[in-house]
């Protein structure tokens, strides 16, 4: 059996919240963390559940989503190794918002309430990391609203394949970019609101105008300049 790995180790340290902390401090917070394997398709939390502490990717793709009024189900964004879930709820003290389940097979570590909140008042370094983080997330979400209301699906499109290439973009050869991350196309339809038979016209015309090609499950951009031009952003 192997050992769990401890947060010197994580694979996702540079880019947590506790990338700061050193020697006993590190320690400290292996002590009070549970880690969770989690298969695809497995849920951290629901949407209307009370939270009771975050949670820290170290690796997978994690899914939040939010299911509205008419009870169609639209994803809110992406989390990856690094980035941390169900912090805004708990600080707000309010149930869960959306909803978390693994897009692949993940490890996550949860770090219950009142640790994390001793951590925030001992550990500015922590507290920075956590304001940064939701400062993004706002950042992000102003973005995507912003999109929907100014561009039509295939700027949106465009858009979202840029910003998955920054999140989960691999340069291979030639200057293309693989993206390390299988969504179904109802996922990518929901992410920028639109009908899959639309979404499905899209990626063709993606692939005609050689701006896209699939390898399996997984998109590679091949000319990303081009891509960001179709998505009316600054290349």
């Not at 973005?143 to 979202?160: D, G, I, M, P």
């Not at 499905?200 to 997984?218: A, M, P, T, V, Y």
Request: with cysteine; aromatic share 6%; glycine share 6%.
């Amino acid at each position: 059996m192997k050992a769990p790995i401890k947060c010197e180790n994580c694979p996702s340290n540079s880019s947590g919240i506790f990338c700061e902390l050193h020697g006993l401090d590190l320690e400290d917070v292996d002590q009070h963390k549970v880690i969770n394997k989690y298969k695809k398709g497995q849920t951290l939390f629901v949407q209307g559940n009370h939270p009771f502490g975050i949670f820290c990717i170290s690796k997978g793709n994690i899914k939040v989503t939010k299911v509205g009024a008419d009870g169609k189900e639209s994803i809110v964004r992406i989390c990856h190794g690094g980035d941390i879930i169900g912090h805004r709820s708990l600080f707000t003290e309010e149930h869960y918002t959306a909803t978390a389940t693994a897009i692949e097979d993940s490890e996550v570590c949860f770090i219950d309430k009142s640790f994390i909140l001793k951590m925030i008042n001992e550990k500015p370094s922590v507290s920075l990391n956590i304001i940064n983080k939701l400062s993004v997330d706002m950042g992000k979400a102003e973005t995507k609203l912003s999109s929907f209301h100014q561009k039509n699906v295939r700027e949106r499109l465009a858009e979202l394949l840029i910003v998955l290439s920054k999140s989960h973009g691999e340069a291979i050869s030639d200057g293309r970019i693989k993206l390390n991350l299988k969504l179904t196309r109802e996922e990518m339809a929901t992410m920028i609101g639109t009908a899959n038979e639309t979404l499905i016209r899209f990626i063709s015309e993606f692939k005609d105008e050689n701006l896209i090609e699939q390898d399996g499950k997984h998109i590679i951009i091949k000319d990303e300049e081009k891509l960001s031009e179709w998505a009316n952003l600054p290349y």
